[in-house]
């Protein structure tokens, strides 16, 4: 695995040094755009990772897997993307000076965490794909930064109402289905003895997740007015 953590960080790392050098510098844009590209991968990884593990809905999506299952090459590749994402930041804050957004830090932390105990003790990899399939935010906020590049508004306007049209009608409820599944399967005790004390980890670690959706679904209509009203302005 630690060869796809690697060449993913070098691949995703790769996009961001690219797209900064071609944005002139403009670092919190090119960041933008590169995340709006990454996201893409792993939403495309996370919707085939849905689909693979609609069988073990009765478990919560909680299960072992094999050694050889490409669901954990999956999360190897979202490991790296992470880490090339923190490797940006760093560059951003400690290098250029630029302010990162903690809440961003934060996600990012938890998603490093609870990544790599999945990859350690190879339990739980459809779940985290299946966290991997709400990446399409980041998808939103990416169109939005492109739209910038090519002179589109009309991109950033649409761009802003859907980032906030998924938080509200895909990522909020796909959080509430995955708790939902997860009690039941505590509840009836259709999991194994030893996934118990893993159930409550993910539980525990989809309470912030949420918790940042929330937030972030107040900054998105904040967002979504502001662009709106540049729009109008411009015309």
Known sequence: MLTVIFAAGFFFLSLHVGLYRRQEHDFERAFKMARGIAALILTSIGFAGLIGALPHWDVGFLYAHEVDDWMGRGVAVAYGHLLADFASMGYGRFVLGNKQRPDLIAHHALGLLAYGVSLHMGLGHALVLISLASEIMPCC????????????????????????????????????????????????????PELHSVAYF???????????DIY?????????RRREAQHAAAN
């Open 141 to 192: 906020t990416g169109l939005e930064a492109w739209g910038r590049h090519f002179g589109k508004p009309n991109w950033e306007v649409f761009a802003a109402k859907l980032r906030l049209r998924v938080l509200v009608f895909w990522r909020l409820p796909l959080w509430v289905a995955v708790v939902t599944l997860l009690v039941r399967a505590v509840w009836l005790d259709t999991l194994t």
């Open 202 to 212: 993910v539980l525990a670690c989809l309470v912030p997740l949420i918790g940042l």
């Open 216 to 224: 972030w679904v107040r900054k998105c209509v904040d967002a979504a």
